[in-house]
């Protein structure tokens, strides 16, 4: 008989489960404290429980753990990134960026990836399964343990597709920011997509004042068909049209991701063609020199392509920032590490 995975419970879960069982009231904010605000991994961690009631606990519950596989500290910016490894052996990366506001942590949402990017190395080696709410904050707990801090920003943005975690994924942003646990501002957290239609207005009728980035990389379907298969599925059309109700509906302004590939997709013709495509929605355009992985031979964009990328969206009055690289000298980008350590 499988047990009940206790962290991936809600507060008002917790406690009908402990009614059931016969457990007092107060027991419940004891749990939820040491599960959620404190990120133990263990019951015999939960000291003010009495032994018989921690043997209880763990007669009938799990508390789903991940270990440190390997963890890569860069010199230059202090970047920290892990390899995770979860109790069933599948591995996962997170990555813990220092900003002058504190840190964020950038966190994985599957175990591989279906969407099948191709400058992407999350992809390399396939889907194997979604991360369960409970994992998704062991990654946040293991990494704030490990380096005694605490977050103030997450970002949803490692290996997998969020939106194709849908359930999982809202689960664990309504765990992180209960104020009885680790009490994060949504606004404070960004999730990002390759653009699943229906699961963006989904999420726009969830009505969250999160950050929602949307991986466009491209200015036209030509181009993003050839990187990015979701869009032989959903056409720009339908995802400009899907990112405009979200925005209408949260009043919270997207970022727009684009990979500056060099020949593909950072000209002044393309600078000009998304900035024609965007007109009208509240948004941020976020330039990202493509992290160049072996397994691709897709090259960064020189400076002087970007400067003149960054002149044009100005000059059509867009937000546009270009992505600061942290961690360069330890493959920060997402499914690097897995792919180093043949952990796919």
Do not use: P, W
């Given at each position: 008989m499988s047990k009940t995975d206790i962290r991936s419970l809600d507060y008002r879960e917790l406690e009908a489960i402990f009614n059931n069982i016969g457990l007092k009231r107060f027991r419940v904010s004891q749990v939820y404290d040491w599960l959620h605000e404190k990120g133990v991994m263990s019951f015999d961690e939960m000291t003010n429980l009495s032994k018989q009631l921690r043997q209880q606990l763990e007669s009938e519950f799990e508390i789903k753990s991940c270990k440190i596989l390997r963890k890569?500290?860069?010199?230059?910016?202090?970047?920290?990134?892990?390899?995770?490894?979860?109790?069933?052996?599948?591995?996962?990366?997170?990555?813990?960026?220092?900003?002058?506001?504190?840190?964020?942590?950038?966190?994985?949402?599957?175990?591989?990836?279906?969407?099948?990017?191709?400058?992407?190395?999350?992809?390399?080696?396939?889907?194997?399964?979604?991360?369960t709410p409970s994992e998704m904050l062991c990654e946040v707990f293991t990494a704030q343990r490990d380096l005694n801090i605490k977050v103030s920003h997450i970002v949803l943005m490692g290996t997998g597709e969020p939106l194709d975690n849908y359930e999982n994924v809202l689960k664990f942003l309504r765990l992180v920011t209960d104020e009885k646990g680790q009490n994060i501002s949504m606004r404070h957290i960004s999730l990002s997509t390759c653009g699943l239609v229906e699961k963006i207005y989904k999420l726009a009728d969830e009505n969250l004042q999160l950050t929602l980035s949307v991986s466009l990389h491209a200015p036209n379907d030509e181009i993003r068909q050839k990187t990015m298969p979701v869009a032989k599925k959903y056409n720009m059309d339908e995802l400009l049209k899907a990112c405009k109700a979200y925005t209408d509906k949260t009043s919270r302004r997207i970022s727009f991701e684009y990979a500056m590939i060099k020949g593909v997709n950072d000209s002044v013709d393309n600078?000009?063609?998304?900035?024609?495509?965007?007109?009208?929605?509240?948004?941020?355009?976020n330039l990202i020199p493509v992290n160049e992985i072996k397994e691709r031979d897709y090259k960064k964009s020189d400076a002087e392509s970007l400067k003149s990328f960054v002149s044009v969206c100005e000059k059509r009055g867009f937000a546009v920032t270009v992505r600061r690289t942290l961690g360069s000298d330890i493959n920060a980008s997402c499914g690097q590490l897995r792919q180093s350590t043949g952990t796919v």
């Open positions: 890569l500290v860069s010199s230059i910016d202090g970047t920290v990134k892990y390899l995770f490894q979860f109790d069933d052996g599948s591995t996962v990366e997170s990555v813990v960026m220092k900003y002058k506001y504190g840190y964020s942590i950038c966190i994985s949402t599957q175990v591989g990836c279906k969407m099948g990017c191709s400058f992407c190395a999350s992809a390399i080696g396939g889907f194997q399964r979604n991360l600078a000009e063609e998304l900035c024609r495509r965007l007109r009208g929605i509240l948004c941020h355009i």
